[in-house]
């Protein structure tokens, strides 16, 4: 699998907890010796730092981790992510689309416009304009129409809508639509679109759902077994070190107790 990751930049969106924080550490754990370049990006910086320091620690310096302050949100940040990065980190092989978030539970009449807002110009549109910014690169690479990984994180969601959760699973089933089209688009090239559809995973997901509210976050996961972000990114990071003909279309992977 390392010697599939070869030299490869591999960019991680929502890196600062959770399952991208997991991803971004999988792939430098995999191939700590390979020349990887890691750019580790989300709102928060002093968390991205504190990643690279991990990263750092755990594999030494065989993996270049760049932390980025970036609000996919915002989309002039992401029109200028590509231009700004270092030389060295700019030929992106892997993108990995998995900043989102949740924000309140509540029935569709009730939801506040801020929220859903905010939970589509993160996790629909963000994830977009990033595909487009990095498109071009991929687009560029090679004879056969290009080459790289587009790994979307979508969600159970997308496909099982449930009460209480109306637009957040409709940003979820965009993201698969988006996902789906994509593919289709680029099937003569080499380029693969992947999604991994996660269950109920521990991280801070919950918490940001809540508006910070920890102790409803924590009962979420009451008498349950929830995945880890490790368990999501081990399946990212064997999507993107399959041999190059294999697309691995998409994955929907929950807890036992979910099925
Ligand atoms: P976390 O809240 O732990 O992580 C979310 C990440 O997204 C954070 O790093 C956050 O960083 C980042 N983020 C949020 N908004 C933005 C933004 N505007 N720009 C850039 N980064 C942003 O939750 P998870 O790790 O659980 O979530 C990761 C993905 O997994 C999401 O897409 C989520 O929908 C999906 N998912 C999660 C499930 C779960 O049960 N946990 C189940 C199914 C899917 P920062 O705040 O620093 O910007």
Do not use: W
């Amino acid at each position: 699998a390392a010697q599939r990751l070869e030299g490869k930049t591999i960019v991680v969106t929502g890196a600062s907890s959770g399952i991208g924080r997991s991803i971004a550490v999988e792939f430098a754990r995999t191939a700590p010796k390979n020349n990887l370049k890691l750019v580790v990006t989300a709102r928060r910086e002093e968390a991205l730092r504190e990643l690279a320091d991990q990263i750092r620690s755990e594999v030494g310096d065989g993996v270049k981790v760049l932390p980025f302050k970036l609000d996919v949100s915002n989309p002039e940040e992401v029109r200028r992510f590509v231009p700004s990065l270092p030389e060295e980190f700019r030929d992106i092989n892997i993108l990995v689309n998995n900043a989102g978030l949740v924000k309140g539970v509540a029935r569709a009449p009730e939801i506040a416009e801020e929220d859903i807002n905010i939970m589509f110009s993160t996790n629909v549109t963000g994830l977009i304009n990033m595909t487009q910014a990095v498109l071009p690169i991929f687009k560029a690479r090679g004879s056969e129409g290009g080459s790289g990984d587009i790994i979307n994180i979508g969600s159970i969601a997308g496909r099982e809508p449930y009460q209480g959760g109306s637009i957040y699973c409709a940003t979820k089933a965009a993201v698969r639509s988006f996902t789906d089209a994509l593919r289709k688009e680029l099937v003569d090239t080499r380029i693969r679109v992947i999604e991994i559809d996660p269950g109920q995973v521990e991280t801070e997901f919950s918490v940001v759902r809540f508006y910070g509210d920890k102790e409803k976050a924590k009962a979420v996961y009451a008498g349950v077994t929830p995945l880890t972000g490790d368990d999501i990114a081990e399946i990212v990071v064997f999507a993107a070190t399959r041999r190059e003909n294999v697309v691995l279309a998409e994955a929907l992977v929950f807890p036992n107790h979910q099925g």
